[in-house]
């Protein structure tokens, strides 16, 4: 036992032990305060068993690959290895899925922008459907948040993807109906739409407040694998004459998202409108809110025509190359432009 | 902290779908799948003439419908911003509304346009200070029928001459968008209301910046009689409604015609132009269009029109003359393939035959059309 190799008086480690602090990186992980009241302690005795378990475990492990002297710190290959493992929300079109590197990535801030009409809310909900794809089928097996600030989710256009996906998923089982004869797709339109958790906000301070109360839902729903936000614009281009605490409020808020995709290890995947900006005299198309916010967030894709078909161009991105391609919104949701190719890309 | 959340199931159960506001109109609600949907914002964008008030004060009618008819049951605001407010023909569009539905009225001693409420908007702050009231105008109505529908007629005429070009007054103009759609929404999600929004287009000008002929939804361009137009009040308010929808209108006449062999001896025919509704974006509809056009009795689709009326054979035949035009006509597919399905519905109800004569003109830029569908009736 670990605790044992403190210098400490017996009463004390009993009294760690006896509460279920055994192991040196159980004591480290809490913070003094914890520590006095779980085992019934002064805070500055638990302050100093705090100091003493972290030297030694810190001389301890120093030769140990995973050593850190500062709490929480990980080296860059567990993070790349972890990164690979990590599943990716597949948007039903292939080609799209190409240029994101397998779909929208988990733990990542994800920003879709792009004029009205383009198919914004049309991801949004593919992606609030496509997130439950069980894990047999290679998706995540995930439920959805969607937080509609602009009231354009159609239940029924929901409905409708949903029953496409399942479709889609029986006709996989019908191919590889050797492998998976026991994994029936057990799932119906119904319970996708039960999985989707909508909040409607109507205005900016609402929408503060449910991204504030975010942290405490997903944790009694752990399930969450992925948040969308249509739009995350709509209520702050209204009423702020201080665009200063505009910006404070918003790179606030983007902090929040930041710190749940990376808690829950969920995707957080916000749409954008577009705007026209002046500058030199003209005007030019650019994403809305700013640019301090198009800091905030990880990834970028702008949506946009080119002629008659939509296309999605990755404008910013850590570890994708920037790149485009084109998508065709249909009835039965998001598909790769050339309709040849109908059937979701599910592995 | 208290945040309503709904689950998903829990809509489906208790509303079914979003709740549709029917345009009183089988064509039209067709190709909205039901009508003008509540709990969300649905702006009409026409150039004047083309019937978007005609379509208004249908719909504020409709609204009292019955909920199994596809109204809502409910009365409806009207705010109108463009002077004078067709008073004589909303009565006479009542008038023939109250014909048509009698029951609704039997029980009660009322006729429709007790529940159409009006009022007058003559500027930006003016309207904030109306729709402040409208919350309170819901909760404290003493009416029949609950406020289901609220008519801004038109946004645009509230902001064509208040702002100048200028960027810090396009952006607080924006800024003013956002607020009305904002409140606006609000209230539809709060009361289960149905907002319907008209606006005005401008002449497309071709600009060095290039973003006057930014594209947006499926129309590439939207024309109206004959000339590019667009939207107005830009890109900011695009990003404010939730569907848009384009009337427009082309010179060519429906059923002028009529006035040579007129059998029916009917007042009804002067040239009545046709008029097309299009899909320019929405969530829950696909790209798609339909024709009407307005009778006395208010908004008729081109199909549901030439059926009702039992039209004579002579019309018919007329009609039938103009195919190869219509056909030769089509911008793309999409007509094609409406243009198509309106010949077959045509001969169907007609029981004529199509000769070759009347398809050796179908030929487009798409080779030449063929109606599998009608080689029943050609063989005739």
């Not at chain 1, 030297?55 to 790349?80: E, T, Y």
């Not at chain 1, 910006?247 to 983007?254: C, G, K, N, P, Q």
């Not at chain 1, 003209?282 to 970028?300: E, I, P, V």
């Not at chain 2, 609704?104 to 309207?127: E, G, K, M, R, W």
Request: proline share 3%; aromatic share 8%.
């Amino acid at each position: 036992m670990e605790t044992s190799r403190l210098p400490l008086s017996s009463s004390i480690r009993g009294k760690l032990i006896s509460a279920g602090y055994t192991s040196l990186s159980s004591i480290s992980s809490v913070s003094s305060t914890d520590l006095a009241r779980d085992v019934k302690i002064t805070e500055s005795e638990a302050f100093e068993i705090l100091k003493m378990a972290n030297q030694i475990s810190g001389s301890s492990s120093c030769n140990g690959r995973s050593s850190s002297l500062v709490n929480g710190a990980r080296n860059a290959w567990d993070m790349l290895n972890e990164e690979e493992a990590l599943p990716r929300i597949t948007t039903s079109c292939s080609d799209l899925d190409k240029i994101l590197g397998g779909g929208i990535s988990c733990r990542d801030v994800t920003e879709i922008g792009g004029v009205p009409g383009i198919g914004k809310t049309q991801i949004g909900i593919q992606l609030s459907v496509n997130v439950q794809i069980p894990r047999e089928f290679g998706g995540l097996g995930g439920k959805a948040i969607y937080i509609d600030t602009e009231g354009s989710f159609m239940v029924e256009r929901a409905l409708q993807i949903a029953q496409a996906c399942v479709e889609d998923m029986e006709e996989y089982t019908g191919y590889m109906h050797k492998h998976f004869k026991a994994s029936q797709v057990q799932m119906k339109p119904r319970d996708i739409l039960e999985n989707i958790f909508y909040f409607r906000v109507c205005s900016y301070t609402e929408q503060i407040a449910l991204v504030n109360h975010l942290d405490k839902f997903i944790s009694e729903n752990k399930d969450v694998k992925v948040v969308i936000v249509d739009s995350i614009t709509f209520h702050f281009r209204q009423d702020f004459d201080d665009l200063a605490q505009r910006t404070r409020v918003l790179s606030e808020m983007a902090l929040k998202f930041m710190k749940l995709a990376k808690k829950f290890s969920l995707a957080v995947v916000l749409l954008n409108q577009v705007t026209t900006k002046y500058t030199e005299g003209s005007f030019q198309l650019a994403l809305a809110l700013g640019d301090s916010w198009s800091h905030s967030c990880t990834n970028r894709v702008i949506l946009y025509w080119n002629g008659d078909e939509r296309y999605a161009y990755i404008d910013k991105s850590p570890s994708l190359p920037s790149a485009s391609a084109s998508y065709t919104v249909t009835g039965r949701g998001l598909r790769n432009s050339s309709s040849s190719s109908k059937r979701v890309k599910m592995m | 902290m208290n945040i309503e959340y709904r689950y998903e199931f829990q809509i489906l159960l208790h509303l079914e779908y979003a709740r549709q506001l029917t345009t009183g109109c089988e064509t039209l609600d067709e190709c909205l799948r039901g009508g003008f949907p509540c709990d969300s914002l649905t702006e009409i964008v026409a150039e004047s003439g083309c019937g978007k008030t005609q379509l208004c004060l249908q719909l504020s009618l409709c609204a009292q419908l019955p909920i199994s008819n596809g109204g809502l049951d409910g009365s409806a605001l009207y705010l109108h911003s463009e002077f004078p407010f067709p008073f004589r023909r909303l009565h006479q569009l009542s008038r023939s509304f109250h014909l048509s539905n009698p029951s609704i009225y039997a029980d009660h001693n009322d006729n429709p346009c007790d529940h159409v409420f009006i009022q007058n908007v003559h500027s930006v702050d003016h309207l904030f200070d109306v729709m402040s009231k409208i919350e309170s105008f819901v909760t404290n109505s003493k009416t029949r029928l609950p406020l289901k529908l609220i008519v801004l007629d038109s946004v645009a005429a509230l902001f064509r001459s208040e702002f100048e070009n200028t960027p810090s007054d396009l952006r607080k103009r924006a800024s003013c968008f956002f607020k009305i759609s904002g409140k606006l929404k609000q209230l539809a999600n709060k009361f289960g209301l149905a907002v319907v929004i008209t606006n005005q287009v401008t002449d497309f000008v071709e600009s060095s910046d290039g973003l006057s002929g930014l594209r947006i939804g499926n129309l590439r361009c939207l024309y109206s009689s004959g000339r590019r137009v667009v939207p107005a009040l830009g890109l900011a308010w695009a990003n404010c409604v939730n569907s848009r929808v384009f009337i427009s209108r082309s010179d060519d006449i429906v059923c002028q015609e009529r006035r040579d062999d007129d059998e029916s001896g009917s007042s009804l025919v002067s040239g009545r132009a046709r008029r097309r509704l299009d899909i320019v974006f929405s969530p829950h509809l696909p790209p798609s269009s339909c024709e009407f056009m307005i009778t006395r009795d208010g908004i008729c689709g081109v199909r549901f029109f030439l059926r009702e009326m039992g039209c004579s054979k002579s019309v018919y035949n007329h009609a039938i003359n103009f195919i190869p035009q219509a056909i030769a006509f089509c911008m793309n597919p999409i007509h094609l393939v409406i243009a198509i399905s309106f010949v077959v519905d045509l001969v169907r109800f007609s029981h004529i035959s199509l000769t070759s004569s009347n398809l050796c003109g179908g030929r487009t830029r798409y080779g030449v059309v063929f109606f599998p569908a009608l080689s029943g009736e050609l063989l005739v």
